[in-house]
């Protein structure tokens, strides 16, 4: 398992922060994030709060709509980069 790198934590963001910072970034509210994936607004509202899972399916869903891979969303803060030769 020589090619196996460690992911390292680089920041606490939650799920549904991760949500909310890329759903802002795109300067999109939670209705419109709404219309462009058929969630319910208030699902919006409490993934973003970390009231309920994200789950895979409407990871994929939200992850389309917002222009990002699902892994982005589900695993924020996560850095997997490759270490590199010493």
């Known amino acids: 398992m020589k090619d196996y790198v ?5 920041t ?3 799920v549904g922060e991760s949500v909310r910072i890329i759903r802002e970034l795109q ?6 994030l709404s219309r462009l994936t ?3 607004q208030s699902t919006i509202s409490a993934i ?3 009231k309920i899972n994200l ?4 990871a994929k869903i939200l992850a389309r709509a917002l222009k990002c891979h699902p892994a982005v ?6 850095d997997i980069s ?3 030769a010493a």
């Open 48 to 50: 973003e709060n970390d």
């Open 82 to 84: 490759q270490k590199t």
């Open 27 to 32: 300067e999109l509210s939670q209705n419109d």
């Open 12 to 14: 606490e963001v939650t």
């Open 55 to 58: 789950g895979v399916e409407r």
């Open 6 to 10: 460690e992911a390292k934590k680089r």
């Open 38 to 40: 058929g969630i319910p």
């Open 73 to 78: 969303l589900v695993f924020p803060g996560w």
